[in-house]
Each structure stands twice: as C-alpha cells, then as structure tokens.
C-alpha cells in the first residue's frame, strides 16, 4: 500500500491503526513533512518499516530516517546520478540514516525482494 499526504498538512499515523491529518507541528517549514510522517512511524507502527527518501531539495526526512534505522528499520535513499535534486538523499546518506543508497531504478526491486522475505541485516 502505498500513502500519499493530499493536503498541506501532515500525514501521519494517529496510532497503529489509524492515518490522518495533523497541522502540527505548525512550525514546520516543509508540509507535508516526511520528518513528521517518519516520527510518526517509529511511535505507532508495529512491523517492519521500508523508508525510502527520493529527489528533492533540503533535509527533510533525513533526521526521522536517521531514527528508524537505529531502531533497525530498512532504509534507502536516491543516489545522485538518478536524482534530479540531490538534497534530500543526501542529507540522509550525509548523516548514515541509509542503510542503502541506490538508483532510482534500483529501489523498487530491492524493496520488492525485501517484501517477498529477503533479509538486509547483516549476520
């Protein structure tokens, strides 16, 4: 299943169930917010979390990605050569929140594999 935040607020998860809309952080400069839909992931969601960070301009999502690969997570950001911006995945290599960074045509079957029960982790 695929989200996509249609408004200018942000998506998030309401609780391990439930998605919906908030405005807060009121403050934050990017909205929707992948850091706040992120954040919201490592609070409720009880399984595994496949965070991907494509194109894009600034840091946004980067800090969030950084905290659900600590919790153990997969995560992949774009890599330069496949991105038209390359701020966002950047940002999230930068900082090691990218457990992979890969190709845009590289990213859907890597998670496809991921899906289907192959294993990231190492030993």
Known sequence: MVLLAGTADHLVFKSAERVGYTPDPVAQVHRP????????????????VYAVLLTGMGRDGAASMKKLRDKGHYTVAQD?????????????ADLGAAVQV?????????????VAGETWRKG
């Open 33 to 48: 917010s992948v850091d706040v839909f992120f954040d919201s992931c490592n609070r409720f969601w009880r399984g595994d």
């Open 80 to 92: 330069a050569a496949s991105s038209a911006v390359y701020g966002m995945p950047k940002a999230a």
């Open 102 to 114: 890969l190709s845009l045509e590289a990213i859907a079957p890597r998670l496809a594999q991921l």
